[in-house]
T-cell receptor, first 114, second 112 residues
Framework: AQSVTQLDSQVPVFEEAPVELRCNYSSSVSVYLFWYVQYPNQGLQLLLKYLSGSTLVKGINGFEAEFNKSQTSFHLRKPSVHISDTAEYFCAVSDRVAQEKLTFGTGTRLTIIP | EAQVTQNPRYLITVTGKKLTVTCSQNMNHEYMSWYRQDPGLGLRQIYYSMNVEVTDKGDVPEGYKVSRKEKRNFPLILESPSPNQTSLYFC???????????FGSGTRLTVV
C-alpha cells in the first residue's frame, strides 16, 4: 500500500518570497509522483509530475519539484510567489503497477500575504 | 474543449433517497475515477475503472456503486445516502495514470 504525508497543513508566505511545500511518500514499489493545485471553488489542476529521468521537474506557473528517492520526498518549490498562488496544493502518488490507483495527501493551504 | 463534466454541481437530499451523480468525459480516456474530498482528509478514492465494464474499489467504497457501460460515462450511485456521505465529490479521467488525472469541477452533496 502507498501513502502520502504532507507535513504542513497551512503555509503563510509573503508575496515575492520563496516557498517550499513538503511531501513525503511511502511505497514498496516504484512510483509516479504528482502535484495538483486547487483554487477556491474549483476542481484540481495538474501542476507537475515525475515519471522517470531527471529528478528536477518543472511545472506550470513557475513551480518545480525535486524527486529524492533516498528520502522518499517530492517537495514543491517556487522562488517567488504571487497573490494568485493562493490555493490548496495536493501531493499524490501512484505505483507503476496499479497506475489507476492515485493516493493523495491531505493538502497544504498556501496563503500569500501582501 | 477537453473536459470532465459532472452533474449536478450542488445537491441536497434526504437520508435514504437514492441518487446518481453523472460524470462524462470527451477525451476518450480509458481510466476514470471517483474521489471524495473532506476537510483535513484530502481526497480519497471511492471507485475506479480501467475500461468499459472494468471497475474496482478504491479506499472508501462503502455505500457507493458505479458502472461503466460506455467509455465516456462513469456515474456514481448512492443507493441509500446517509449524512456521513455529505462531501465534495470529484470525477476524474486519464489516458493512463502516468499522464495524471483530469478532474471535473466537483459536486457538493449534502445529505440531511
Amino acid at each position: 500500500a502507498q501513502s502520502v504525508t504532507q507535513l504542513d497543513s497551512q503555509v503563510p508566505v509573503f508575496e515575492e518570497a520563496p516557498v517550499e511545500l513538503r511531501c513525503n511518500y511511502s511505497s514498496s514499489v516504484s512510483v509516479y509522483l504528482f502535484w495538483y493545485v486547487q483554487y477556491p471553488n474549483q476542481g484540481l489542476q495538474l501542476l507537475l509530475k515525475y515519471l522517470s529521468g531527471s529528478t528536477l521537474v518543472k511545472g506550470i506557473n513557475g513551480f518545480e519539484a525535486e524527486f529524492n528517492k533516498s528520502q522518499t520526498s517530492f517537495h514543491l518549490r517556487k522562488p517567488s510567489v504571487h497573490i494568485s498562488d493562493t490555493a490548496e496544493y495536493f501531493c499524490a502518488v501512484s505505483d507503476r503497477v496499479a497506475q489507476e490507483k492515485l493516493t493523495f495527501g491531505t493538502g497544504t493551504r498556501l496563503t500569500i500575504i501582501p | 474543449e477537453a473536459q470532465v463534466t459532472q452533474n449536478p454541481r450542488y445537491l441536497i437530499t434526504v437520508t435514504g433517497k437514492k441518487l446518481t451523480v453523472t460524470c462524462s468525459q470527451n477525451m476518450n480516456h480509458e481510466y476514470m475515477s471517483w474521489y471524495r474530498q473532506d476537510p483535513g482528509l484530502g481526497l480519497r478514492q471511492i471507485y475506479y475503472s480501467m475500461n468499459v465494464e472494468v471497475t474496482d474499489k478504491g479506499d472508501v467504497p462503502e455505500g457507493y456503486k458505479v458502472s461503466r457501460k460506455e467509455k465516456r460515462n462513469f456515474p456514481l450511485i448512492l443507493e441509500s445516502p446517509s449524512p456521513n456521505q455529505t462531501s465534495l465529490y470529484f470525477c476524474a479521467s486519464s489516458l493512463s495514470a502516468g499522464w495524471g488525472y483530469t478532474f471535473g469541477s466537483g459536486t457538493r452533496l449534502t445529505v440531511v
